[in-house]
């Protein structure tokens, strides 16, 4: 990565230093859906660091669904056209091929993605062998650990997507901070052996925890956001950036809440400045019990 | 007396500017507020989306006080977006984004591309005997370099590095490789 510098060297992109940077520089940060180009023009005028690209919300995708895909290459493409901010878009669990395409468009980051239906029930994408850099969810510490092994260059917690429903995002931020904090405070060598054994994580990466207390790649959040409150609520946990879905476009007024959203992610200590931000949004998106879900997507994905 | 030097912390990289900061053994704050900014005596301005940043400023009601701390000569690094709210002229930003016109160079945003096109690379820079290694993420351009700033490094011809006044500016971000010594220098300067 840092190499040595002892003469000019030719400029090397898609390495891991590059592709960790732009999380890293995403950081305090909302990443918006949007399913058209009008969206992703409100979401950028209201401070979103990111749009990702999909055919439906999580929430419509729920509603509707049938086998779910990567979007369109045109519609991904006039999204990219819209705005100025770093575009993303979802491929399928294990479904390189989609991937593949994604890359080609030039899309900035890919999201391997719990929220469409799996291609492949054992295998995750290589994603060493890929120029763009890839997020993954993640509902615990050893899944988060085996995307970062198969080259996952930011890690989101799953939550549960298309709910307005924060319960899930929660328990995975909670699970996963807190297992950080157990390795770091591991006694010896022997005990990070059992976590790896525990994990179903390579051992070199818990070993990296025990040592810096955090994952080598940032970790944002994803899966339930629907109010300012919840934002900075994840943001209190751990989380590092968080990604919203179906709680803007849900909403009952999307502009005011995505700004909402993007001021509560800066300021997420700051109760006071919060209780500004949350007053006067009109309605968050109707809300599911997670209960009663047919379909947990965060229980996609190995 | 060591300086106090907060990292504007309104979104982006602001904790990788802080880490090396508090290796080179400062105080740092992280500034979010008027009021924090006014307790230190010298900023970093970190990458991430210069657009989302100058909103933010704006809401956050930092924006005149910004101007007025930088106006009356504070320290400042701006990285990468930092670089761009920094700069006299913008190109390819959106029309409502603010340029604090403290160093007089024209920007072009995201000029290599997308991220695919986004590298590592070793530069050399002025008064450091060996390359520094610059990481250029969705990295902005130097079009026009002004009367009175000084150009400190280049890559492939095209400014990366530039200091004017008590501006050092960098299209790049020294924050990633490890390499503490444009921080270092910042430091000296203050």
Same mark, same amino acid.
């Given at each position: 990565?840092?190499?040595?510098?002892?003469?000019?060297?030719?400029?090397?992109?898609?390495?891991?230093?590059?592709?960790?940077?732009?999380?890293?520089?995403?950081?305090?940060?909302?990443?918006?859906? /949007?399913?058209?180009?009008?969206?992703?023009?409100?979401?950028?005028?209201?401070?979103?660091?990111?749009?990702?690209?999909?055919?439906?919300?999580?929430?419509?995708?729920?509603?509707?669904?049938?086998?779910?895909?990567?979007?369109?290459?045109?519609?991904?493409?006039?999204?990219?056209?819209?705005?100025? $901010?770093?575009?993303?878009?979802?491929?399928?669990?294990?479904?390189?091929? +989609?991937?593949? $395409?994604?890359?080609?468009?030039?899309?900035?980051?890919?999201?391997?993605?719990?929220?469409?239906?799996?291609?492949?029930?054992?295998?995750?994408?290589?994603?060493? &062998?890929?120029? /763009?850099?890839?997020?993954?969810?993640?509902?615990?510490?050893?899944?988060?650990?085996?995307?970062? *092994?198969?080259? &996952?260059?930011?890690?989101?917690?799953?939550?549960?997507?298309?709910?307005?429903?924060? /319960?899930? &995002?929660?328990?995975?931020?909670?699970?996963?901070?807190?297992?950080?904090?157990?390795?770091?405070?591991?006694?010896?060598?022997?005990?990070?052996?059992?976590?790896?054994?525990?994990?179903?994580?390579?051992?070199?990466?818990?070993?990296?925890?025990?040592?810096?207390?955090?994952?080598?790649?940032?970790?944002?959040?994803?899966?339930? $956001?629907?109010?300012? &409150?919840?934002?900075?609520?994840?943001?209190?946990?751990?989380? +590092?950036?968080?990604?919203?879905?179906?709680?803007?476009?849900? *909403?009952?007024?999307?502009?005011?809440?995505?700004?909402?959203?993007?001021?509560?992610?800066?300021?997420?200590?700051?109760?006071? $400045?919060?209780?500004?931000? *949350?007053?006067?949004?009109?309605?968050?998106?109707?809300?599911?019990?997670?209960?009663?879900?047919?379909?947990?997507?965060? +229980?996609?994905?190995? | 007396?060591?300086?106090?030097?907060?990292?504007?912390?309104?979104?982006?990289?602001?904790?990788?500017?802080?880490?090396?900061?508090?290796?080179?053994?400062?105080?740092?704050?992280?500034?979010?507020?008027?009021?924090?900014?006014?307790?230190?005596?010298?900023?970093?301005?970190?990458?991430?989306?210069?657009?989302?940043?100058?909103?933010?400023?704006?809401?956050?009601?930092?924006?005149?006080?910004?101007?007025?701390?930088?106006?009356?000569?504070?320290?400042?690094?701006?990285?990468?977006?930092?670089?761009?709210?920094?700069?006299?002229?913008?190109?390819?930003?959106?029309?409502?984004?603010?340029?604090?016109?403290?160093?007089?160079? @024209?920007?072009?945003?995201?000029?290599?591309?997308?991220?695919?096109?986004?590298?590592?690379?070793?530069?050399?820079?002025?008064?450091?005997?060996?390359?520094?290694?610059?990481?250029?993420?969705?990295?902005?351009?130097?079009?026009?370099?002004?009367?009175?700033?000084?150009?400190?490094?280049?890559?492939?011809?095209?400014?990366?590095?530039?200091?004017?006044?008590?501006? @050092?500016?960098?299209?790049?971000?020294?924050?990633?490789?490890?390499?503490?010594?444009?921080?270092?220098?910042?430091?000296?300067?203050?």
């Amino acid at each position: 990565m840092s190499g040595t510098p002892s003469s000019d060297t030719a400029a090397a992109t898609g390495t891991t230093l590059v592709k960790r940077g732009l999380a890293e520089m995403l950081k305090g940060g909302v990443i918006m859906d /949007v399913v058209t180009p009008e969206h992703a023009r409100i979401a950028e005028d209201a401070g979103a660091v990111s749009v990702m690209a999909l055919e439906r919300v999580p929430s419509d995708i729920r509603a509707h669904g049938g086998v779910s895909r990567m979007s369109d290459p045109e519609m991904i493409q006039s999204i990219m056209a819209a705005v100025s $901010i770093p575009v993303m878009a979802k491929t399928r669990i294990g479904h390189f091929a +989609e991937a593949q $395409i994604l890359q080609a468009l030039g899309v900035d980051y890919v999201d391997e993605s719990e929220v469409l239906t799996p291609a492949d029930e054992a295998h995750h994408i290589d994603k060493w &062998a890929f120029t /763009v850099p890839f997020v993954c969810g993640a509902t615990n510490l050893g899944e988060a650990l085996r995307r970062i *092994s198969e080259g &996952a260059c930011m890690i989101r917690s799953k939550g549960e997507a298309g709910t307005g429903n924060i /319960v899930e &995002a929660v328990r995975h931020l909670r699970s996963i901070v807190g297992d950080m904090r157990r390795i770091a405070a591991a006694g010896d060598e022997a005990e990070l052996f059992e976590w790896a054994k525990q994990l179903r994580a390579p051992l070199p990466l818990v070993q990296e925890i025990a040592n810096t207390g955090w994952l080598p790649v940032p970790l944002f959040c994803a899966g339930g $956001i629907a109010t300012p &409150a919840d934002a900075s609520l994840v943001m209190q946990l751990g989380a +590092e950036a968080a990604f919203v879905g179906s709680g803007i476009f849900k *909403s009952s007024n999307p502009p005011k809440m995505a700004s909402a959203i993007v001021e509560a992610v800066t300021h997420y200590r700051d109760p006071e $400045i919060l209780a500004k931000i *949350s007053a006067g949004l009109g309605e968050a998106m109707a809300g599911l019990e997670t209960a009663d879900l047919t379909t947990k997507m965060a +229980e996609r994905g190995w | 007396m060591k300086p106090r030097v907060g990292v504007l912390a309104l979104q982006g990289g602001f904790a990788a500017h802080a880490a090396i900061l508090q290796r080179l053994g400062v105080r740092v704050d992280e500034i979010r507020t008027a009021e924090q900014l006014a307790a230190v005596d010298a900023l970093v301005m970190p990458g991430g989306e210069s657009t989302t940043m100058s909103m933010l400023l704006e809401r956050s009601g930092l924006l005149e006080p910004l101007a007025g701390r930088l106006d009356s000569g504070m320290g400042v690094l701006g990285t990468c977006a930092g670089m761009i709210l920094l700069a006299a002229e913008v190109v390819d930003g959106r029309a409502d984004q603010h340029a604090l016109g403290l160093v007089d160079i @024209t920007v072009r945003r995201n000029a290599y591309g997308t991220q695919i096109e986004s590298f590592e690379a070793d530069i050399g820079v002025d008064g450091f005997e060996t390359p520094f290694h610059a990481v250029f993420i969705r990295a902005p351009a130097v079009e026009r370099v002004g009367p009175g700033v000084e150009v400190l490094a280049r890559h492939e011809g095209r400014p990366v590095l530039c200091r004017s006044g008590p501006a @050092t500016v960098a299209a790049f971000h020294p924050e990633l490789s490890g390499d503490g010594r444009l921080h270092a220098r910042f430091l000296d300067d203050l």
